[in-house]
């Protein structure tokens, strides 16, 4: 049925319901808008009726808030296709979500999220291995402004933490912004226009600001074994794990043995008829303190105001805990003695321990966390390889010592490209260089978030601004604080762009490997993801995560290059020659 409105009244009208309300349809055709708290309204708690055919007709009389959003949706497109806005985000994991309902709430809600993939999710999306989980308790692995009392376990598996995005991303709206099936080819700053020019496999996009949320657990690392390409069984990476192969009764190889492999063996062992692991390094691991939520617990968590913030700060303080022995490597001592202690608990095979024993300080590669994995490699049909796969030959693989063991299915447990923002090659700024290119020597940013020469782009969890023991989300949530606030600077001064001096930059990042090479992470006598191939650490945050939650609590003009007023180049420009393309 048409619409005998106009569309652009129509569609303002949705904006500001939404807003302002949650749709109750009512008897007698009644719409009922019950406002809820938003902080910038500080709204009471009132009802407003509203006559339902003063803002929608017949076909919509079902679904309101559903068919209202895809309305919208429909209606932002428009005749250019909705490709331009103030904002656009790429990626919709953790990072690309929450800076969606991050910039919304702050008035920022011109915006687009372009997502690769048919649906939202990022790495709990990809990864749908057996026995995939966090290794960060739940209630601090989830946005701060959106706790989830309901958690089933204290680390919550992989299916609850993907249904937990997607239920915060509709509660939020964030659907309205998303477009799925998008891949960013190509983007580079406009300096006539001062925009960002995207190129995709949905046509042209651009904007203002560009956001690049596609995360450091993005690419899958793939380890170049002579002869596996022909191996006659499945070969398949835990990232990208193929639900068709029936494991039960094979012989499985797992190549690896570091976060993933620690929860996929345990998972896969009870089916398979023999599981070889191939580990080029031993791992330190401590228990993980995994158990569903006891029922009164989680009674205090719905019901006692301030208890999930209780958890979460007690939670917070433990992890800081980690990070402060990580920053001093003198007293990592007890933390192996506990490590040591649970493997010998668990294994009993005196050479099957030396094989797991590591050799290197606890911290400098990803602690590890399980009470299941020792167990499983004590089960006579799971068998420990300490060597690193030199080749496949047949249903064979064999180790750089020689040890040789049969398969039928082989499971890729490598890790991803971690050091590698995956469209840094395709990212180009002011000279014409692609962010690959300025980082030749490694990944850099200012506190993480921002490169010189690529004026109004902000990346998440960027280079050297995570750990090895805080939650992501909370180094997340306080990017976010900094998004805003460079974002609000920018528009009350109505500036076109802002963008680290270089200066500022360079010293920021002399300090911060400085300060790296004291922490465990640097001097830790190991070969990590944490380091480049010239060995320099473009990962780990050296300092507390109090003083990165300062750090990125305000934004100072000082640091940038504000240009500025904005040019007289119309909003809906179209990408033409004028604005040339960087060389394909």
């Given at each position: 049925?048409?619409?005998?409105?106009?569309?652009?009244?129509?569609?303002?009208?949705?904006?500001?319901?939404?807003?302002?309300?949650?749709?109750?349809?009512?008897?007698?055709?009644?719409?009922?808008?019950?406002?809820?708290?938003?902080?910038?309204?500080?709204?009471?708690?009132?009802?407003?009726?509203?006559?339902?055919?003063?803002?929608?007709?017949?076909?919509?009389?079902?679904?309101?808030?559903?068919?209202?959003?895809?309305?919208?949706?429909?209606?932002?497109?428009?005749?250019?296709?909705?490709?331009?806005?103030?904002?656009?985000?790429?990626?919709?994991?953790?990072?690309?979500?929450?800076?969606?309902?991050?910039?919304?709430?702050?008035?920022?809600?011109?915006?687009?999220?372009?997502?690769?993939?048919?649906?939202?999710?990022?790495?709990?999306?990809?990864?749908?291995?057996?026995?995939?989980?966090?290794?960060?308790?739940?209630?601090?692995?989830?946005?701060?402004?959106?706790?989830?009392?309901?958690?089933?376990?204290?680390?919550?598996?992989?299916?609850?933490?993907?249904?937990?995005?997607?239920?915060?991303?509709?509660?939020?709206?964030?659907?309205?912004?998303?477009?799925?099936?998008?891949?960013?080819?190509?983007?580079?700053?406009?300096?006539?226009?001062?925009?960002?020019?995207?190129?995709?496999?949905?046509?042209?996009?651009?904007?203002?600001?560009?956001?690049?949320?596609?995360?450091?657990?993005?690419?899958?690392?793939?380890?170049?074994?002579?002869?596996?390409?022909?191996?006659?069984?499945?070969?398949?990476?835990?990232?990208?794990?193929?639900?068709?192969?029936?494991?039960?009764?094979?012989?499985?190889?797992?190549?690896?043995?570091?976060?993933s492999a620690v929860q996929v063996v345990p998972a896969i062992q009870e089916q398979a008829a023999a599981v070889h692991v191939?580990?080029?390094?031993?791992?330190?691991?401590?228990?993980?303190?995994?158990?569903?939520?006891?029922?009164?617990?989680?009674?205090?968590?719905?019901?006692?105001?301030?208890?999930?913030?209780?958890?979460?700060?007690?939670?917070?303080?433990?992890?800081?805990?980690?990070?402060?022995?990580?920053?001093?490597?003198?007293?990592?001592?007890?933390?192996?003695?506990?490590?040591?202690?649970?493997?010998?608990?668990?294994?009993?095979?005196?050479?099957?321990?030396?094989?797991?024993?590591?050799?290197?300080?606890?911290?400098?590669?990803?602690?590890?966390?399980?009470?299941?994995?020792?167990?499983?490699?004590?089960?006579?049909?799971?068998?420990?390889?300490?060597?690193?796969?030199?080749?496949?030959?047949?249903?064979?693989?064999?180790?750089?010592?020689?040890?040789?063991?049969?398969?039928?299915?082989?499971?890729?447990?490598?890790?991803?490209?971690?050091?590698?923002?995956?469209?840094?090659?395709?990212?180009?700024?002011?000279?014409?260089?692609?962010?690959?290119?300025?980082?030749?020597?490694?990944?850099?940013?200012?506190?993480?978030?921002?490169?010189?020469?690529?004026?109004?782009?902000?990346?998440?969890?960027?280079?050297?601004?995570?750990?090895?023991?805080?939650?992501?989300?909370?180094?997340?949530?306080?990017?976010?604080?900094?998004?805003?606030?460079?974002?609000?600077?920018?528009?009350?001064?109505?500036?076109?762009?802002?963008?680290?001096?270089?200066?500022?930059?360079?010293?920021?990042?002399?300090?911060?490997?400085?300060?790296?090479?004291?922490?465990?992470?640097?001097?830790?006598?190991?070969?990590?993801?944490?380091?480049?191939?010239?060995?320099?650490?473009?990962?780990?945050?050296?300092?507390?995560?109090?003083?990165?939650?300062?750090?990125?609590?305000?934004?100072?003009?000082?640091?940038?290059?504000?240009?500025?007023?904005?040019?007289?180049?119309?909003?809906?420009?179209?990408?033409?020659?004028?604005?040339?393309?960087?060389?394909?």
């Open positions: 049925m048409p619409l005998d409105v106009d569309p652009r009244e129509l569609q303002g009208a949705i904006r500001l319901a939404q807003q302002l309300a949650q749709p109750v349809v009512q008897p007698g055709g009644h719409l009922h808008w019950r406002a809820v708290s938003i902080e910038q309204q500080r709204l009471d708690d009132r009802v407003f009726p509203l006559p339902l055919p003063l803002l929608l007709t017949g076909e919509l009389l079902l679904s309101v808030s559903e068919r209202s959003r895809r309305l919208q949706h429909d209606l932002s497109r428009g005749a250019s296709g909705g490709k331009e806005a103030h904002v656009i985000v790429v990626g919709a994991g953790f990072s690309g979500i929450g800076a969606a309902i991050r910039l919304r709430q702050e008035g920022f809600g011109d915006l687009l999220v372009l997502e690769k993939a048919p649906q939202l999710g990022g790495t709990w999306r990809e990864n749908t291995y057996p026995g995939c989980a966090c290794d960060v308790p739940s209630s601090l692995y989830s946005y701060s402004f959106s706790p989830n009392p309901g958690w089933s376990r204290l680390f919550a598996g992989q299916r609850e933490i993907h249904d937990y995005l997607r239920t915060t991303a509709e509660q939020y709206g964030v659907d309205e912004a998303l477009r799925c099936d998008v891949r960013v080819l190509r983007a580079w700053w406009d300096r006539s226009a001062g925009r960002w020019r995207l190129e995709t496999t949905d046509g042209d996009y651009s904007s203002e600001v560009l956001v690049m949320a596609t995360g450091p657990w993005h690419r899958p690392r793939r380890p170049e074994v002579p002869g596996l390409a022909e191996f006659p069984g499945p070969v398949f990476h835990t990232a990208q794990w193929d639900h068709t192969v029936d494991l039960a009764g094979r012989r499985v190889a797992v190549v690896g043995s570091g976060a191939f580990q080029r390094t031993a791992q330190w691991i401590l228990p993980k303190p995994d158990f569903p939520v006891p029922r009164a617990l989680g009674w205090c968590l719905r019901h006692l105001p301030g208890a999930q913030r209780v958890m979460r700060s007690a939670q917070f303080r433990m992890q800081e805990g980690f990070g402060y022995v990580f920053r001093h490597p003198r007293l990592v001592r007890p933390l192996q003695a506990a490590a040591r202690a649970h493997l010998h608990l668990a294994v009993r095979d005196r050479r099957l321990r030396q094989a797991l024993t590591p050799h290197y300080t606890l911290g400098c590669k990803r602690l590890l966390t399980s009470s299941t994995y020792y167990p499983a490699l004590a089960k006579p049909h799971v068998h420990l390889h300490p060597t690193a796969v030199s080749a496949a030959r047949g249903n064979r693989l064999i180790g750089a010592d020689g040890a040789q063991a049969e398969a039928d299915v082989v499971v890729l447990a490598t890790g991803f490209h971690i050091g590698e923002l995956p469209l840094a090659r395709r990212v180009h700024g002011t000279g014409g260089l692609t962010l690959q290119e300025t980082w030749a020597e490694g990944p850099a940013a200012y506190l993480g978030t921002t490169v010189s020469g690529f004026p109004n782009l902000f990346l998440l969890l960027g280079p050297n601004i995570l750990s090895g023991s805080t939650s992501a989300i909370t180094v997340l949530e306080a990017q976010l604080t900094y998004l805003c606030a460079a974002l609000t600077h920018r528009r009350q001064g109505g500036y076109t762009a802002v963008d680290v001096k270089p200066a500022v930059q360079a010293a920021y990042n002399t300090a911060l490997q400085d300060a790296l090479r004291t922490t465990v992470y640097d001097a830790g006598h190991c070969s990590s993801y944490y380091l480049s191939p010239t060995g320099r650490n473009t990962f780990s945050w050296p300092w507390s995560t109090g003083r990165l939650i300062r750090s990125l609590s305000r934004f100072d003009p000082a640091a940038y290059t504000l240009q500025g007023p904005p040019l007289p180049s119309p909003r809906s420009a179209p990408i033409t020659p004028d604005h040339t393309r960087p060389g394909r």
